[in-house]
């Protein structure tokens, strides 16, 4: 029977473990001295005893008192960390505490959880800056999108014919046409309003070019 209920036990496989530890992230300021000392908290929910151990990637920085220790089936324990190296070369870089756990019979890790550690400058611009942002989010939240309506065309575009400018060069071009060629005698028009051949055939150049623009628009 005894066998049977040392089968029963859940099985402790190496690091497969839940760890709960709170909170998960621990923040120093260094204007406020009241934060220089944060305590965590490791509950154990199980039915068996756990020895733990913190580690850390700067132990120089802070001060764990109990790193090591025992936590009852079911009950928490208190580990009271203080930050005891406050300057401004430590301001936002990111420290990592690790609470390693194990069965008190055993040796291997059973589960590990890390948690965040860091030193800001001041804990008012902290609390102005997440104020800001919560705005922000706030301000996302309750915005109103509309569709966009349609551009109108340009003015410039918007006319449908052919400008004036046009109408009245191509006319001009084809009372040029009309005209009587130098050179023909029998014509009740005036000398001088007689076009050559070469004034005739640029103006049949310039109403082509006209009569195009006219076409496209």
Do not use: W
């Amino acid at each position: 029977m005894p066998m049977q209920q040392q089968k029963r036990q859940p099985e402790l496989v190496e690091g497969n473990l839940p760890v709960f530890v709170f909170p998960t992230e621990l923040i120093f300021y260094a204007d406020d001295q009241s934060t220089h000392k944060q305590v965590l908290t490791l509950y154990n929910p199980y039915e068996f005893a756990l020895k733990f151990k913190v580690l850390c990637t700067s132990p120089n920085k802070y001060v764990v008192v109990d790193a090591a220790g025992a936590v009852k089936p079911q009950c928490c324990v208190d580990i009271v960390i203080r930050h005891k190296d406050v300057r401004a070369s430590h301001f936002g870089v990111i420290d990592k505490f690790r609470l390693q756990v194990s069965e008190q019979s055993q040796r291997k890790a059973l589960g590990r959880k890390e948690v965040i550690a860091m030193l800001l400058p001041s804990a008012k611009e902290q609390q102005q800056k997440e104020e800001e942002e919560k705005r922000m989010k706030e301000h996302f939240a309750e915005s109103v999108f509309f569709e966009q309506a349609p551009s109108q065309p340009d003015a410039r575009n918007s006319s449908s014919g052919p400008s004036l400018l046009m109408v009245f060069l191509g006319m001009v071009c084809i009372a040029a046409l009309m005209m009587p060629t130098l050179g023909e005698i029998e014509s009740m028009v005036p000398l001088y309003l007689h076009l050559s051949v070469n004034q005739k055939l640029v103006a049949a150049y310039v109403l082509g070019l006209v009569t195009m623009v006219v076409l496209r628009t």
